[in-house]
T-cell receptor, first 119, second 108 residues
Framework: GAVVSQHPSRVICKSGTSVKIECRSL??????MFWYRQFPKKSLMLMATSNEGSKATYEQGVEKDKFLINHASLTLSTLTVTSAHPEDSSFYIC???????????????FGEGSWLTVV | GQQVMQIPQYQHVQEGEDFTTYCNSS?????IQWYKQRPGGHPVFLIQ?????EVKKQKRLTFQFGEAKKNSSLHITATQTTDVGTYFC????????FGKGTSLLVTP
């Protein structure tokens, strides 16, 4: 079945540095990928929609200059947290839509998530 | 966009008891998907419902899509400790924000 791979699974960085998280679709082409953030015991919060070959669409309240998204190919989207601060520590998850024709919409598969800790 | 509300937010049951979570929308949904997220893990796709009144089963899990396609339910029969996690529903017309999900705790 479709698989979405996310890397790294855990990362610790110093305050003020930047961290890049990769999201790959392993056996399908994903024209659209999604980035979420999740705080402990809270629901997923959609941050942005990543579109291959074009600019990402950010949700209200998400700083696009801080959370840089690049979707340079049909199988890779990256999220870069720039000038990270401790409050950016969180669980970041990507997902990709597996396109299917006909009635039923598109199944969405999630990456394994990345735990970011900013110290 | 379409907002899917989920209830209850939390549910604590004894092992062996049944569990049900509900998703409700004010508008007709093209489909509904269910996901399970274990503590510390990522959401895993469980099932997709498309047709009005559709019922699907996966072992002890029963998924139902309402006749009006405005609500859905997930029922677990005789819960086990392995059922612990948060269950989310989502309409996959567009990956909008998930509902808050229902966190299930099962105690032996």
């Amino acid at each position: 079945g479709a698989v979405v791979s996310q890397h790294p699974s855990r990362v610790i960085c110093k305050s003020g540095t930047s961290v890049k998280i990769e999201c790959r679709s392993l056996d399908f082409q994903a024209t659209t990928m999604f980035w979420y953030r999740q705080f402990p015991k809270k629901s997923l919060m959609l941050m942005a929609t990543s579109n291959e070959g074009s600019k990402a669409t950010y949700e209200q309240g998400v700083e696009k200059d801080k959370f840089l998204i690049n979707h340079a190919s049909l199988t890779l989207s990256t999220l870069t947290v720039t000038s990270a601060h401790p409050e950016d520590s969180s669980f970041y998850i990507c997902s990709a839509r597996v396109p299917r024709r006909g009635v039923g919409g598109n199944t969405i598969y999630f990456g394994e998530g990345s735990w970011l800790t900013v110290v | 966009g379409q907002q899917v509300m989920q209830i209850p937010q939390y549910q604590h049951v004894q092992e062996g008891e049944d569990f049900t979570t509900y998703c409700n929308s004010s508008t007709t949904l093209s489909n509904i998907q269910w996901y399970k997220q274990r503590p510390g893990g990522h959401p895993v796709f469980l099932i997709q419902l498309v047709k009005s009144g559709e019922v699907k089963k996966q072992k002890r899990l029963t998924f139902q899509f309402g006749e009006a396609k405005k609500n859905s339910s997930l029922h677990i029969t005789a819960t086990q400790t392995t059922d612990v996690g948060t269950y989310f529903c989502m309409n996959s017309g567009y990956a909008l924000n998930f509902g808050k999900g229902t966190s299930l705790l099962v105690t032996p």
